[in-house]
């Protein structure tokens, strides 16, 4: 069984930065992809980037180059370093791994299983 816990979410002000950290136990990082999700209050749970060794990182449209996703397998530890925050970007931000990648790209967590999260507020 994974256990994931993240941490490093705070209340930051727009246009500020916060790096997030989901340390692993339980799989090897370097076998699989890892990814972000995040969760706004009132709306669905939303993928936010993934990273593989394979195929590299992929981030989802409204990132717009603000976030990198990185990842320490020595530590089995997946980052999400966040710059230029916005208003929007407040959510529960959560790491899940491993993911499956279809024929289309898409990844999908091979297990439904969340760790605590951790809250980001951006506002002023």
């Known amino acids: 069984q994974v256990q994931l816990v993240e941490s490093g979410g705070a209340l930051a002000q727009p246009g500020g930065s916060l790096r997030l950290s989901c340390e692993g136990s339980?799989?090897?990082?370097?076998?699989?992809?890892m990814g972000w999700y995040r969760r706004v209050a009132g709306k669905e749970r939303e993928l936010v980037a993934v990273?593989?060794?394979?195929?590299?990182?992929k981030y989802e449209n409204f990132v717009s180059g603000r976030f990198a996703i990185s990842k320490d397998d020595s530590k089995n530890t997946v980052y999400l370093q966040m710059d230029n925050l916005e208003p929007e970007d407040t959510a529960v931000y959560y790491c899940?791994?491993?993911?499956?990648?279809?024929?289309?790209?898409?990844?999908?967590?091979?297990?439904?299983?969340w760790g605590p999260g951790t809250q980001v507020t951006v506002s002023s």
């Open positions: 899940n791994g491993p993911l499956i990648r279809d024929s289309g790209g898409d990844y999908y967590p091979l297990y439904d299983h």
């Open positions: 990273i593989s060794n394979r195929f590299g990182a």
């Open positions: 339980g799989s090897d990082f370097r076998l699989y992809a």
